[in-house]
């Protein structure tokens, strides 16, 4: 899957075990209550394609049915809490480009906060469309490997929708449309492959190649002091990081 870029890929080895669980399940809380909000209160995941995505993520790490049934009922107006979707886009240490989304109860004060994160990485925030000209919104879907896993590729290559696949540490990486995210996700399960997640995703047109470890590791620093905001949900980067482990 060349010329794309792997910090989605990183971002899921680590997220587990660098996040506290119930961080996660804040988070993704968020988006599931701003789904249900953005789509006038549909409740129904089979009408509501975002909520759809957010509830079938919440259940690939294992969220309490519970907790998604007390944020859908937030984005119905049933909480007090008003949260709202920003996206930013800015250049990182040494001109890495960035796109980030993030939800939030008080946008004055997230912008500030993710402003400090970039100006104090040596980076600024940008206008819209500086950096997402950059930047296809595709779905993400990764696959768990197999031990026969040519076999495996075969399979998957033979499922219509599938617009990239490559095979990197642990899992087979599939792309597809935005629209298409929900039925490759169906037909990958229905072959009896098993998905570790799956997402929309901004993928980069062209890579930001940085050949110095140093400067490649302050940019890993910088995007990771991002997704550890709490208000924010994704983080994505031009940054080429093949040679990153």
Sequence with gaps: MSGHSKWATIKHRKGIKDKARGQIFSKLSRVISVAVADGKGERDPNKNFKLRL?????????????????????GAGKGKEKLISVRFEGYGPDGVGVIINAITNNRQRTIQEIK?????????????????????????????????????MLALMDIDGIEDIGKEEGIVKVLTGGERLTSVREAILNQGFEIVSSSLVMTPQNLFSVKDSEKVQKIIDFLERLENHQDVQDVFTNLDTSSYE
Excluded: C, H, W
Aim: net charge positive; glycine share 6%; proline share 3%.
């Design 116 to 152: 400090n994160i970039f100006e104090k990485s040596g980076g600024s925030l940008a206008t819209p469309g500086a950096v997402a000209y950059n930047f296809a919104s595709r779905g993400q879907i990764l696959v768990k490997k197999e031990e026969k896993d040519e076999k495996q």
């Design 54 to 74: 957010a509830i079938e993520k919440a259940k690939e790490i294992n969220m309490p049915k519970a907790n998604i049934e007390r944020a859908i009922d937030r």
